[in-house]
């Protein structure tokens, strides 16, 4: 490597050396760029190998990236709906096989809800490059939470046709937590775009958005809290709920000391 192209990738690396340049009279001959550079003990610019980054990363990240706004939205609730038409044909009887149905996009409507109710938390957290992809592609996941729990209500109202006994089991006060939370998904999915944005203002819409991810948060919580005497595993989705409660607590608490002390967290 000649002495010129190793000044000008050292330049490159180390801004001072401009400023020295620029402060001089004129350009630094080569030789005085030399003995200037063995004065300061610059470390060794050290080229890493092309085997630094293999091409099965680059095919990984590249993957990742043809999924994003609307065609992550469109996976998500594609895998929904081949979930739920693989488990309705592959159980010969189709009530056992609605409630199967029923208990597993419940199951996929918590995993988005918490991908969509963590994202800003573990964005102040846990800075990376999957935080900051959770938290840009927050509003389709949202979107994907909201299509899998209409899918679920669906399957809920089929299950009450097949099973005449269903509805009149179930006691007006019992229908509450999930009445108010649909009612919340609605008013969340309908200002989920920039038309009704503009239409209501952003005041009421960041009224809705953050009364309705607590409410639903409230209502996961609820609804697996009052279902451990049927089943202890019902622990784990709660004690998850709680988790993901205590974390989005403790990540606005840090982002507001952030924006109050910026040069603490530079």
Not at 147 to 152: A, E, G, K, N
Not at 186 to 191: E, G, K, N, S
Request: net charge positive.
């Amino acid at each position: 490597m000649s002495q010129r192209s190793y000044y000008s990738r050292c330049t490159g690396m180390y801004p001072a050396l401009p400023q020295i340049q620029n402060a001089s009279l004129g350009p630094l001959p080569d030789t005085t760029q030399t003995h200037l550079l063995e004065r300061l003990h610059f470390p060794p610019i050290v080229v890493q190998p092309d085997s630094a980054f293999p091409l099965e990363s680059l095919q990984m990240n590249a993957q990742l990236s043809r999924f994003h706004s609307w065609s992550l939205f469109s996976l998500l609730s594609l895998l929904v709906l081949v979930m739920t038409a693989l488990i309705l044909a592959l159980n010969p009887d189709l009530v056992e096989a609605t409630r199967s149905a029923i208990r597993a996009t419940a199951r996929t409507s918590f995993a988005l809800f918490l991908a969509a109710f963590t994202a800003s938390a573990f964005a102040v957290l846990v800075p990376s490059s999957f935080s900051k992809t959770l938290v840009r592609e927050r509003r389709f996941i949202g979107l994907a939470f909201a299509f899998s729990h209409l899918v679920h209500a669906l399957l809920i109202y089929t299950y009450g046709q097949l099973n005449p006994e269903f509805w009149p089991g179930r006691s007006t006060v019992g229908n509450i937590p999930g009445s108010v939370g649909y009612l919340f998904i609605v008013l969340m999915t309908l200002t989920s775009f920039k038309a009704t944005t503009r239409l209501i203002g952003r005041r009421a819409w960041r009224t809705i958005h953050v009364s309705g991810i607590w409410v639903l948060a409230a209502v996961f919580t609820y609804s697996n809290f009052k279902r451990i005497p049927l089943s202890a595993w019902y622990v784990v989705p709660f004690g998850i709920m709680c988790a993901a409660i205590a974390i989005r607590v403790i990540g606005k608490v840090a982002q507001t000391q952030k924006r109050s002390h910026p040069r603490t967290y530079a």
